[in-house]
């Protein structure tokens, strides 16, 4: 279930063994970051050598304006109990779990961590998930993966696995993601947990990515996935309200509350009647603005 306290506009990428990017990092305004111990951190050995590293970071409080979710090595990998053993610790908040094809995928990682919990007499269900949903079979899955544990608070897409697995192309304009994006926006909403979109491989191509970000916030996407911080700007710009929609929201309430005092039971904004669904999109644009404004005051 969505938590009001997770911002999550931009999730960026760090391999988790390599300073020099995780110290970029903790400079950055990015909402998230997901410190990796998978694809990035290569050859093997470099994964025991980031688990250390993010222990010392997270230790002397180096992420503290930032959301941390290390992104851990699946159950097939043979690093996953590792992984979860060791950074089950305060000042981590969950875990994206990739290669979650199935619901009984992301229930198998939430008991995992149920079991971690209680033998280190932590709270149970301290840890949160955001499974990625990277293949076809997963694609389908995504509304089971949704329900499969109350740690999920979110879901993400990850395209390039996606398109390798359909056997597809994926194309200039992106069509070939479409309906996986839909698919997985949708089960993300119907579900309450935070949909949130693929990362953008060309992260030069600025003018794509604003493309891309348009389809995404069209498509009913919270936030995305980073490759680089030069993509921060036009991430957060999408996907926070714009000063306009913050008024709009404000007033909106504010006839409704009047109509309610005065007893008329409707109120009117521009010659357009303010109804429930109006009512509770503006309750949640006012949410995530004020979770803005006090990530900026940090």
């Not at 521009?270 to 006012?286: D, E, S, T, Y």
Request: hydrophobic share 40%; aromatic share 8%; glycine share 6%.
């Amino acid at each position: 279930m969505i938590d009001e306290h997770y911002l999550m506009r931009s999730l960026m990428f760090v391999p988790g063994h390599n300073d020099r990017l995780l110290e970029s990092a903790i400079r950055s305004d990015a909402d998230v970051l997901l410190l990796d111990l998978e694809d990035s951190v290569q050859p093997a050995e470099n994964k025991q050598v980031a688990r250390e590293k993010i222990k010392e970071y997270v230790k002397n409080n180096r992420f503290k304006n930032h959301k941390v979710f290390p992104r851990i090595n699946d159950r097939e990998s043979g690093y996953l109990l590792r992984d979860v053993t060791e950074l089950t610790i305060d000042g981590i908040d969950g875990f994206m779990y990739p290669k979650s094809q199935t619901g009984q995928d992301v229930y198998f990682i939430s008991k995992l961590l149920d079991t971690i919990e209680y033998e280190k007499g932590l709270p149970v269900g301290k840890f949160k998930l955001i499974p990625l949903i990277e293949t076809a079979a997963a694609v389908l899955n995504a509304q089971e993966i949704c329900q499969a544990s109350d740690r999920v608070i979110g879901i993400a897409f990850g395209c390039e696995d996606f398109i390798t697995d359909l056997e597809g192309i994926h194309d200039k304009e992106h069509t070939s993601l479409f309906t996986a994006r839909a698919m997985i926006a949708m089960a993300a909403r119907a579900n309450n947990v935070i949909p949130i979109d693929t990362v953008h491989i060309n992260v030069h191509d600025l003018e794509d990515l604003e493309v891309n970000l348009k389809v995404a916030k069209n498509l009913g996407f919270e936030g995305m996935l980073i490759l680089n911080p030069k993509e921060l700007e036009l991430a957060h710009k999408y996907f926070s309200p714009t000063p306009e929609e913050v008024a709009d929201a404000e007033e909106m309430l504010k006839l409704f509350e009047e109509s309610k005092k005065e007893g008329k039971g409707v109120a009117v904004k521009n010659g357009k009647f303010i109804g429930p669904p109006m009512v509770l999109a503006a309750k949640k644009v006012l949410r995530k603005h004020n979770m803005i404004m006090n990530k900026v005051r940090f």
